[in-house]
């Protein structure tokens, strides 16, 4: 991402009531390269953050629909979004918030040890719509590369740093039509349906001797010397728990004869449902923007993709991401090790220090003895 290009092409929200947080283009205390790996970071904790971009609009009909970026939460982030929104040509940028309406919505979205998950919430006929499925996201401290493929046979992948990390089919992953069966409202379970796997033995007994009281008197309890029926009343052994008490008394169960299982209830076709075969069309796909909360700022965001070819998409991210991702870490790990014997070395002169204020103290302490014995 070019330095003086950046805030030329994005647009930061307006929108009234929001004290958004500031972005700037850096590539983070740790980077494969100090040009390539710039990026767009949130600066300020605690803030929501609005920013937008607008290309030319397009439309992936009967074509693929590719969303991809990359993601770098430096700071260990504990909660706090890094995903993106796609809009159409209708929003206002200056004015984008949490309400604008999006066609969708994709990213890692990370609070706690909970929410580790990343979106995808497409917009259907007004309604958004969550995926039922649950894809983890990364969650360390390096860049990562998230895609969303829309195919024009209502299918999808999300790709984790171009690997294939769950897909399937639109109408299975969510709810955006409602169901092919319903269950049969004229259906009933019969009165005689019996689905009781077992029933009580009706030849079986209660033995004479079950019933038992739960608690007896303590029979080796004795009344104290000191008790006074006049003053303490009549005198009453503890209770215990009755060593033969056998609990309720109920009949051992046998297979039942007249079993039938299961009722299920019939389903029939649902007359509300009428397939679609363009979920996945968007027809005015415009804009990209950042619409997110942190708690801890410090996400970078870079390598911004919309198009309509995986193939395209896959060759750009070999020649970004992949190129210093693996400079990024051993970069990451020299500066660890670094902090780590600089660690080390404080300690150890902290160590010192105490030594020597020891070895202070004793000496005084001979000066006094000594000054005691002159005396």
Not at 139 to 166: C, S
């Amino acid at each position: 991402m070019e330095v003086n290009a950046w805030e030329s092409r994005w647009v930061q929200s307006e929108h009234s009531g929001k004290e958004f947080g500031k972005f700037k283009l850096t590539a983070g205390k740790f980077y494969g390269d100090a040009e390539k790996d710039k990026g767009l970071q949130t600066s300020q904790d605690a803030r929501f953050y609005s920013l937008s971009t607008k290309f030319d609009s397009f439309t992936n009909k009967e074509k693929p629909l590719v969303i991809q970026f990359s993601v770098k939460h430096e700071q260990n982030i504990d909660c706090g979004g890094g995903y993106v929104k796609v809009f159409d040509c209708s929003l206002d940028q200056k004015d984008m918030h949490g309400e604008s309406p999006y066609l969708l919505m994709f990213g890692p979205d990370i609070c706690g040890p909970g929410t580790k998950k990343v979106h995808v919430i497409f917009s259907y006929k007004g309604t958004n719509h969550l995926i039922k499925k649950e894809i983890r996201c990364k969650d360390d401290v390096f860049t990562h590369l998230y895609t969303l493929i829309v195919n024009p046979d209502n299918t999808y992948e999300v790709l984790i740093d171009n690997e294939k990390a769950d897909g399937g089919e639109l109408e299975a992953d969510w709810d955006f039509l409602p169901p092919k069966k319903i269950k049969d409202p004229e259906a009933k379970k019969p009165e005689d349906w019996d689905d009781r796997p077992t029933i009580p033995d009706p030849e079986d007994t209660k033995p004479e001797d079950w019933e038992q009281p739960e608690h007896i008197p303590d029979p080796d309890a004795t009344k104290p010397e000191d008790w006074d029926d006049e003053m303490d009343g009549e005198w009453e052994p503890p209770m215990i728990d009755n060593p033969d008490y056998k609990g309720e008394w109920k009949p051992k169960q046998i297979d039942n004869p007249n079993y039938k299982g299961t009722w299920v209830h019939p389903e029939i076709d649902n007359p509300e449902y009428s397939p679609d075969s363009e979920i996945y069309l968007r027809k005015d796909i415009c804009i990209v923007g950042l619409d997110l909360w942190q708690v801890k700022s410090g996400t970078i965001f870079d390598n911004f993709l919309v198009g309509d070819d995986p193939a395209e998409a896959k060759k750009v991210a070999e020649e970004t991401w992949a190129l210093t991702k693996d400079a990024e870490k051993k970069m990451k790990e020299e500066q660890d090790e670094e902090d780590r014997k600089k660690a080390e070395e404080e300690a150890k002169t902290d160590d010192d220090s105490a030594d020597n204020d020891v070895d202070d103290d004793d000496d005084e302490d001979e000066d006094d003895e000594n000054i005691h014995e002159e005396l």
